[in-house]
């Protein structure tokens, strides 16, 4: 085994579909062909939104489709002490401050903006709540200097999260934590090396890289991969209309999901035979989209550019 840990983290929400079988199996493939490991975790920290059985039939999908996991499968809603400790890290280091905005407030202050675009949150409670004001959320000091990382297929990247995004929530008004903190206390708990996700969670990144500093832990390397999108170019979601995954014909739905990559049917007969056949075809897909660094001497142990340093 290499140093390699990677991880596939579903939201139960509902049942797995193209899109999510496409970011398993481009994660299930980049661990194994590095001969790492691959974890499972349920983030199922936003438990309002769940639905009773879904972590079990994804769990269930998984198996058929012959992604197997390593180790014991990690479940956001029994961390709540985990994520209350690394809030208590935080406080302590002044780094955190109640607020007492709403989503409105903050759009009402935002103005106009960009369609589809976040508001900024423009720090009105940062020096203390307003008169009149109660705390509801907790939100994260954003420094104004820009935090750096890596992307496995465009080298180091940065952001100016202050400037970019503003202060943002960890813990929640209904008190729930937000998924930047328990997505980056789970990383660093489960020793995450690389992260391969969907590019729909590409404008996180900055987020999670300035807890991990501020956590002082080292930051894993991303790599966005392509989404499956529907007729109307929309982002495949169970919000888009997103249908199950066909479970009775495992490899069909694996070659659906392959060609979002770009890479060729497999004609198989097992999901087990698939994935073999596939490696080869990854590791060639993986050193085609693989960052190249100015010189050997700035590569790291398993062929990236080594961590940036802020």
């Known amino acids: 085994m290499s140093g390699y840990v990677g991880r596939f983290a579903p939201s139960p929400t ?11 199996i481009g994660g299930w493939l980049d661990a194994k062909t590095n001969h790492g490991r691959w974890l499972l975790r349920i983030e199922d920290v936003d438990y ?36 209350k400790s690394a809030l208590t890290q935080l406080t302590q280091l002044g780094l955190t401050y109640p607020c007492g905005c709403t989503r409105k407030d903050v759009e009402d202050l935002q103005g106009q903006r960009q369609r589809n675009t976040t508001a900024i949150y423009p720090g009105t409670c940062r020096q203390g709540l307003a008169p009149g004001k109660t705390a509801r959320s907790i939100r994260f000091k954003a420094s104004e200097t820009p935090v750096k990382w890596l992307e496995f297929d465009s080298g180091e990247q940065q952001e100016n999260v202050s400037a970019q995004s503003g202060d943002f929530v960890i813990q929640r008004a209904d008190g729930l934590w937000a998924y930047q903190l328990a997505v980056v206390v789970d990383d660093i708990v489960q020793g995450i090396t690389d992260v391969v996700r969907g590019s729909d969670l590409s404008d996180s990144t900055g987020k999670q890289i300035a807890l991990f500093r501020a956590l002082q832990a080292e930051a894993p390397c991303y790599w966005h991969l392509p989404l499956v999108l529907n007729d109307a170019g929309e982002k495949l979601s169970k919000q888009s209309g997103a249908t199950a995954l066909n479970l009775a014909c495992p490899v069909a739905e694996m070659n659906r999901a392959f060609k979002v990559f770009g890479l060729p049917d497999i004609a198989v007969e097992t999901p087990g035979q698939w994935l073999a056949e596939a ?9 085609e989209r693989a960052f190249k660094p100015p010189s050997k001497a700035a590569t790291g142990a398993l062929g990236r550019p080594l961590p940036p340093k802020d």
Not at 14 to 24: F, R
Not at 68 to 77: I, Y
Not at 279 to 287: S, T, V
């Open 14 to 24: 509902g049942p797995l579909h193209l899109g999510s079988l496409a970011t398993a």
């Open 279 to 287: 490696m080869p075809l990854w590791a060639n897909y993986r050193g």
């Open 48 to 83: 309002p939104r769940c639905v009773a059985g879904a972590a079990q039939h994804i769990m269930h999908t998984l198996q058929r489709f012959e992604l197997h996991w390593d180790g014991e499968v990690m479940v956001q809603s029994q961390r709540n002490s985990a994520y």
